[in-house]
């Protein structure tokens, strides 16, 4: 009767398309079943308890706040796993201010996981008395699975006309118009860290007009890079969470750096504390870059480093970043001036003397 029920639900909601369709209540795990009876009789009558309708809420968005409450526990259960579609919320909420996302823009996470980041951009437009009503949303992810979670996720905080893919974004970006592929005023994204990637059948293949990382030896971050910075709009700008090899390895990843700082793309390279995300205890970094010519006058020609990674509370299993060390970042990246031992602003002419070597603490070192 579930399986009718839920088949149902999908055949008379086109946003639902393809998003419940792999649940089946029947399914076996050796000689029982997943989800015998009894228990799913409980769980009808527990959440039949309770009208589920926003107006019976104490704020509007519960549904999609108690979903994302869920999507955390099930990425802290899952472990390494948990990092390939959830971001945690202080990094996303640090990251969307640092774009600072308006209305009537199209934002866009080519790795969008369970779609944290375009649902944060969405809540930052309306924290700012912005009417979201002209906010576009664009996301794709290479895991069923995940693309639905996301899909889920959208609908339960009231977004039903986000445009969600499903693909592999190196390989087949999704969103195009015109024959092209289309652009976006924000970008936001935590790519998979260190993934191969294959050349062969790459549509597009003018995005990576800056270089060729390595097929193998797992160096694809760059070319995620990449692949943003060509589907920017004339004045848009992009944040995303990378390994901190991308600032240092050399070869074919020093050319893409060099390409990026001579076109003056580089804004900012933030330092993050160490064990923020789930499935990995390296610290991450964040790039800011902005499209060929959209830098503000003062601000070309120069990098700002910001070295945050002595700014967090620390955790049983995991860091967090504290609603100060968020503050700190942000204002120093909008001031965009020295502070001692916190953050620096390097000119072109310096990062080409040290070889393109973008390693943070070459620039701002907290050492005490």
Known sequence: GLNVALGALEEENTALEGVVQHI???????????????????????????RLRNEDFEFPDLLGAAYEFLIAEFADSAGKKGGEFYTPRDVVRLMVRLVDPRPGMRIYDPCVGSGGMLI????????????????????????GGVWAICKMNMLLHGIADADIQNDDTLAKPMHREGGELMRFDRILTNPPFSQNYARAGMEFQERFRYGWCPETGKKADLMFAQHMVS????????????PHGVLFRGGEEKKIRQGFIEDDLLEAVIGLAPNLFYGTGIPGCILILRAQGAKPAARRGKVLFINADRDFRAGRAQNYLRPEDIEKMVKTYMAFEDVPGYATLVDQATLAENDFNLNIRRYADNAP
């Open 24 to 50: 089946d209540f029947l399914q076996k795990v050796g000689k029982s079943r997943k989800a015998p009876d009894p228990k799913l009789r409980q769980l009808m009558e527990h959440f039949n308890k309770h």
């Open 231 to 242: 589907v920017l709009r004339p004045q848009g700008c992009l944040a995303t969470v990378m």
């Open 120 to 143: 944060q951009a969405k809540h930052h437009v309306e924290e700012h008395g912005g009417n979201v009503r002209d906010l576009r949303l664009y996301g794709q992810d290479n895991n």
